[in-house]
């Protein structure tokens, strides 16, 4: 399968914005569940947002409603996460993932266990 690759990481201060970009080609097909996690130092990986490749659904963890926002460019094969009114506690290592559709449509889609197919990540670093 082709890897998944993810840019746009750097470092911000609070309040500002970041666009994330995974370079997603292979995943284009409707069968996909694309999705972004993150791990901050010495906590656990967590669900961030996730997109269906057909569409029929996109949702966010709560802590990133309102201000991050999930889309994909399928005839780029790009997925993309738009961050704004960034926080401190959003410092993380960012990774983008594919699984099978059905995962999209779980109660459960933030749990790492359940994706498939990561990439090597891309650091957010924000400041106070």
């Known amino acids: 399968q082709v890897p998944l690759v993810e840019s746009g990481g750097g470092s911000v201060q609070a309040g500002g914005s970041l666009r994330l970009s995974c370079a997603a080609a292979?995943?284009?097909?409707?069968?996909?569940?694309l999705g972004w996690f993150r791990q901050a130092p010495g906590k656990e990986r967590e669900g961030v947002a996730v997109i269906a490749r057909d569409a029929g659904i996109i949702d966010y963890n709560d802590s990133v409603k309102g201000r991050f926002t999930i889309s994909q460019d399928t005839a780029k094969s790009t997925l993309y996460l738009q961050m704004n009114s960034l926080k401190p506690e959003d410092t993380a290592k960012y990774y983008c993932a594919a699984v099978g559709a059905l995962v999209c449509y779980s109660s459960d889609w933030y749990t790492e266990t359940r994706w498939a197919s990561w990439g090597q990540g891309t650091q957010v670093t924000v400041s106070s």
């Open positions: 292979g995943y284009n097909e409707r069968r996909w569940c």
